[in-house]
């Protein structure tokens, strides 16, 4: 037992310390740029929130330091509408590591005196003041402890894990507590809307949880690789990217030709190793050389080529997300079988080159464990392969994927698509999506009899790219701060400047949003 540990056991012994010496832990926890920044944010706010229409009662709740940074300045942004905003937190740094009482204290105490300038323009409470006593009921401990594994599976990147293991204890502990007192407070505050980022993984997940079971509107929110827009959902998590009242609204209109004519543009730089709009990343690492000289380069010949396309295990994107496989390796290690059988035709199993950067078993593994001796006819393109994946789609004839947006613009360009799993396009007129294992590989061998014959037909590639042009542009809302560079956005957009006729022109809807006002597409 460690020193802090045995004064975590001592009334007010955190407190007497950080009275003695009061400076930020020395612990991954750091609000230091939004100490910094606080007391200049309240007063570009105060005079907004003096003239504003009483808004929505909204709670937001965060953890983790870099979410309690945004959502206080976001919480500060609601309160200048005219909204009456209380931020609830849980004051940790990490997710996966076991923290003392002592240093949790301290982490709460520099929190509240981090946040103290909020003065009365937004109430704070820590959610480590609201007693965690009683009982959940059923739906919320499962809740939990589908979270705790979900959490599991995040932190490693696996699928498959040990729930005797000490992280996953630990996922316990925390989301039951998270999930006690964010009930308790949220019975007492019943607040119009409930606010929350991403809403699937660590406390984030479980307060979800908590609100919904309540009945209480939700809203999720988390970002894309563009800067200046977000994404988010109400009564939904966001990370599930439920675009059904999207495509309802929007399905059935043509694309104008401006419209048209962006979503070539960014399919080309996705394909082309370039950048697009105010994006922050390359879609593939090197440009196309077209699918013919891949082919020789791969020494493939002119058999029928399948392209399975793989996500990162573990990723947030997956989990959850299965419909009939027990997990994304099931489904690829049985697919990988079953084409051992196939000679007809040429497997390519690519494999997502996310993985190089990553913690979690490699679906390389997966396959040497399903295809000991690997066939002729089956080929794997490792992480680390410089291929560009846009020339691998060229040479399909056929596209199998889980979660994976390949899929969709595998479809985009006329190729016939198998789902596996629950993604945001699935169901959308111009994927095959098989509910079971049985299905599934009637599936296959239907396609596989005649492929020439299940080449998308020109409406289907039509819908396939409406529906790209919705999911990309249409989906996400123009917001001025990501996560990600949070602190060079605020200087672009302060908060006097977000607050502007100029600001609300550009965010507007999407803070409305956030309040609770229903989506219009």
Known sequence: MTLKDLLSHLPYAADLYDALHPVRPRTRYNLSQ???????????????????????????????????????????????????????????????????????????????????????????????????????????????????????????????????????????????????????????????????PNGLVTELGVFYQAARHLNLKTITYEFNDQREQIWLSLNDVVMRQNTDALWAAKGSLALTDAEREKIIGLEDARSSAKKFGKGTRFWQEVASVGGEKLRADLGLDERPVILLATNVLGDSLTLGRNIFTASMAEWIEKTAQYFAHRPDVQLVIRVHPGERLMKGPSMLGVLARALPQMPEHVHIIAP??????????????????????????????????????????????????????????????????????????????????????????????????????????????????????????????????????????
Do not use: C
């Open 34 to 196: 939004l100490e910094k920044a606080l007391p200049a944010a309240v007063e570009q706010v105060r005079p907004y929130a003096q003239k504003a229409p009483q808004g929505k009662k909204i709670i937001l709740f965060a953890t983790l330091h870099y979410w309690v940074e945004q959502a206080v300045i976001i919480g500060l942004a609601l309160r200048g509408l005219g909204h009456e905003v209380t931020i609830a937190y849980l004051p940790y740094g990490e997710w996966d590591k076991p923290l003392n009482r002592f240093d949790l204290r301290r982490q709460d105490l520099y929190t509240r005196r981090v946040l103290r300038p909020l003065g009365e323009l937004v109430r704070v409470i820590s959610l480590l003041d609201v007693p965690a006593s009683g009982h959940l009921p059923p739906a919320l401990e499962a809740a939990v402890e589908t979270a705790s594994a979900f959490d599991v599976m995040y932190t490693l990147q696996v699928e498959e894990f040990d729930r005797e293991s000490d992280l996953y204890r630990l996922r316990v502990e925390r989301n039951r507590h998270a999930a006690l007192t964010a009930t308790r407070f949220l019975q007492e505050s019943r607040p119009e809307t409930v606010l929350i």
């Open 384 to 521: 680390e392969q410089k291929i560009n994946t846009y020339d691998l789609m060229e040479l399909a004839s056929l596209g199998l994927a889980y979660t994976t947006t390949v899929g969709m613009e595998m479809a985009m360009r006329g190729v016939p698509v198998i789902l596996a799993a629950q993604t945001h396009y699935r169901g959308r007129g111009f994927t095959h999506d098989p509910q079971t294992w049985e299905a599934y590989y009637a599936t296959l061998q239907t396609i596989l009899a005649d492929l020439p014959s299940h080449r998308l037909n020109e409406t289907q590639v039509e819908t396939a790219w409406n529906y790209a042009y919705r999911f990309f542009f249409d989906f996400p809302l123009n917001f001025p701060w990501r996560l990600m560079k949070f602190w060079q956005d605020v200087e672009v957009w302060s908060l006097s400047r977000v607050l502007s006729d100029e600001g609300r022109a550009e965010f507007g809807k999407a803070f409305d949003y956030l309040a609770g006002k229903p989506v219009e597409y």
